[in-house]
């Protein structure tokens, strides 16, 4: 299966018209041209559905596409797939290649049709374009097989999976995230349109949104979280964040189902339980933890230094550890203060200097750096 590079967005508006030399025909066979009112642009014919994105060594040709549609071979540099086809742009592929693949496409029997784009509010150029044999695009049809290629700097082509429609469905659809603990039931009745996974305070957590297909999508959701093991809250708590919303939660995970919010789509966040950070090892026995505070990150330095950020229960933690700090040995260097509060303070013990940065926008975090000299 060939490898693709997914955006759990809907496909991005890219307003790029494409234009330039056209495609010339040395040829004496007569052309079939159509005129049409607007030149193709570079997402007409994607629907805002799932669908992905192939960049750099994932931008392949499709395996899914049928063995009888021949590949034009060169550098592809980016895949579109989504909506009514899959949109390949290519790479250094020069015009007689192009040429080279029309005249395959013609042996293999698929019919060929030349045409001239006539833009609105522009000269119409159509005649003078086909007495030089020169066309914006290519329609190519066989059967129940239609594609397009237009030629700018580098060929563009257009591969319509009307065709092979299940096929092109079951390879672009997303799929429910295997990271995702067996818990987590998939919604019925609901085709995934975006997964979008983002850490917050080193919390995991899944928004997933799918288009219903039935009348009782996020009912019948509930009560297959009940009968999946979930208990239904009235808000609940992850490390330091409380959430003041109805929650279904077991041990792994809690899921926020949105209610009513639209007619057509349902969102469910996701979020992985996890334990909360552990005061690193090296420090155990030279510096103190904060009794009331968990640990939100922790960044090594180098040998022995680290920077810690906690997220207190209150504003007394920060008053009560230093206490704790000058019961432990250290002694206060110095100290900034604003508005009569303490903002930053360094206390020493030997060869460990502990820092205390306190953020001025949040009062209940705090930043700890601990450095050791050696000696």
Known sequence: ?????????????ISTVL???????????????????????????????????????????????????????????????????????YRSVSMNQVIEYLNLLEREGFDLEYIVYVQEGFPDRSEEKKEKGEYDAVKITKGEYHLNIAYSADPVLDVYTSGFQEE?????????????????????????????????????????????????????????LLSSGFEEKNGTQIHNIVIETTVFENDETIVIPSIGFSPTFFTIQVIIKTEPLKWPEELNGVVPVPERGETDSILPLSDGDFLITLNLEDEEVFPEYLHTLEAAGFIEQNKMLQNEEIISITLTKGSISVILMRSAFDPLSLILEVRQENP
Not at 184 to 197: D, E, G, R, S, W
């Open 1 to 13: 299966m060939t490898k693709k590079t997914f955006l759990f967005l809907p496909i991005i508006l």
């Open 168 to 224: 092109a469905s079951a390879a672009t659809a997303l799929q429910w995230p295997p990271d995702l603990p067996e818990s987590v039931p998939q919604p019925a009745q609901c085709v995934l349109q975006t997964i979008n996974l983002s850490t917050v305070y080193d919390i995991e957590e899944y928004h997933i949104t799918c288009k219903k297909e039935g009348d009782n999508v996020e009912q019948e959701y509930i009560q297959l």
């Open 19 to 89: 234009t330039g030399c056209g495609i010339f025909r040395d040829s004496e066979k007569p052309f079939t041209t159509t005129a049409i009112e607007n030149p193709i642009s570079s997402t007409a014919g994607f629907s805002s559905s799932s669908g992905g994105f192939g960049f750099g060594e994932d931008a392949q040709w499709p395996d899914y596409i049928p063995g009888d549609i021949p590949v034009l071979e060169g550098e592809i540099d980016t895949v579109m797939e989504g909506g009514s086809h899959i949109r390949l742009f």
